[in-house]
């Protein structure tokens, strides 16, 4: 393969996914000196950003800025963003074999874990996951219902989004209206009825997922006092030699700040935001037309495994809380792409290293690598999948090193985006996210808020004239 | 964060060898994967031990004919197995106090991977990175925003 990542033939590849992975995986395959490299970034959605801008909550902007390192991606020469192209459906695997060099799937986690218990599906139990979506204005969710005229709402779990989650919740209309929060959801949460709401976790307060600071927002909204109960988080001794042995100040100074919160008496805010520990849902239970009306929950405790880790244990104690709407955020996987191995037991693409791997012969395919959470899971803050895409990376131009890439008949710019606009007439540009970008900041900077979100594709067709 | 994710980037096979087998053919083994330990297991596919690279540097500082040894005469039996759930910070901890640089990750009484400290710190410096990498993306952005 003498000449591929040269000027006649420069080394084409597609990148499946526009995160945060897609552009840190173009950035360091488009900055390596000696190859010549043209990226195509494929994502389904017509937007860019993946989750930076459909999953970081909405009164978190100062996340949002890492989207300026990827306009600086995307403004280097021999990079092109292909928005509203679906893989698997508007181009396909044979498809990118025959334009393409090397593949690379970046395409994250993008669907919840479910909790396995009775009255899961009930009506009003939903994944965190889908609310998210919506109050984000993600193009395929702009008509969910949560019943916000509930009294009390549950949100399973304590990690990064179910804390979101409750605090969104628990935001006063006149918080939320200072964001970019999606019109719809900033319509039906300025309607809210509910007065309480709780955050569950299975474990104790030293094992919860939250970071310090967002622990310490939640005992700071306008209209919500926070609520801890005094018994639930003083430290077990399990916990306490833990933390002892690592010398964890965060943990520490975590435990020190929900003990404060334990001792506060309420300051009369209209609304109820209760973070429990060490219980765990066994059953949600509906009333005669199906939805749910409440909860049981039985106690756990800890024990330490094999490794010192403190994992949590059911007792035989059980208590029910009334709840009208429930959220669980337990845990995400990622969904299996057409024709691309899968380890079903992480939920991710089978790899090694971010090579691909052939599940009969367990040797990497050539020219197919993955990245991001849908390579390791997902684990990790935004910068976390930088270092990751640069190992996918180096496997790259290892294997193009030896010549083990795929021998694509038509490997030319032009030819893969003739495949596009024949597949998908309708595709976004980068050019046309900048002036959509362009829009929603105006409207935004009208109403004193960063953007209003475009949420429906007509919508945006319709902006940009198409 | 939990050891599942470090099992995640590994392909879906931990490198195994049967008691019975002799050293030579452990030797092959560890070369030939570029790893640093075998998991020992019995016909049933059970892990029954571990052997590391540094049993056999044991064995061969003292005994010429190392190589002819069997497996299950040099293993470490007893071996301190981690689960998928585990969290890094814990394992990493116990790993470290107890020196032990392999660890073997059972899900419901099957083996499903190995874990190496060089994994262990390779996650965290990555964590490390990332999480500098993003608070720095955020306090150079000149935007400002309304969040905090």
Known sequence: MAGVGTAEQPLRVAIIGAGPTGFYAADALLRKEGVLVEVDLYDRLPTPYGLVRLGVAPDHQKIKSVTAVFDKVAATPRFRFFGGVEFGKDVTLVDLRAHYHQILYSTGAQTDRRMEIPGEDLTRSHPATEFVAWYNGHPDYPDSEFDLSVERAAVVGVGNVAVDVARILSRTPEELARTDIADHALGALSRSRIREVYLLGRRGPAQAAFTNPEIKELGELAGADIEVRPEEVELDPLSRAAIEKSQDRATLKKVEILQGYARQRPTGKPRKLVVRFLVSPVELIGDATGRVVKMRLVKNELYATQTGALQPRATDRFEELSVGLVFRSVGYRGVPLPGVPFNESWGVILNVKGRVIDPDTKQPLAGEYTAGWIKRGPTGVIGTNKPDAAETVECMFEDLARGAVLQPSQPSAAAAEALVRQRKPTFFSWADWLRLNEIEVSRGRAQGRPRVKFVRVEEMLAALGR | ?148
């Open chain 2, 1 to 148: 964060m939990d050891i599942a994710r470090i099992l995640a980037t590994k392909g879906d096979t931990a490198v195994t060898v049967r008691p019975e087998q002799n050293i030579r053919e452990a030797l092959t083994l560890l070369g030939r994967h570029n790893i640093g330990a075998l998991i020992v297991v019995d016909t049933a596919g059970a892990p029954v031990g571990i052997l590391s690279e540094r049993d056999i540097v044991r064995e061969a500082a003292k005994n010429e004919a190392v190589f002819t040894r069997r497996v299950v005469d040099l293993m470490t039996r007893d071996v301190i197995t981690g689960q998928p759930h585990d969290d890094l910070t814990a394992v990493a901890h116990t790993m470290t106090e107890k020196r032990i640089r392999h660890l073997p990750v059972m899900d419901k009484g099957k083996l499903v991977g190995i874990v190496s400290i060089g994994d262990i710190l390779k996650v965290q410096r990555d964590h490390y990175r990332g999480e500098a990498d993003t608070l720095q993306a955020m306090i150079l952005d000149t935007e400002g925003g309304s969040g905090r």
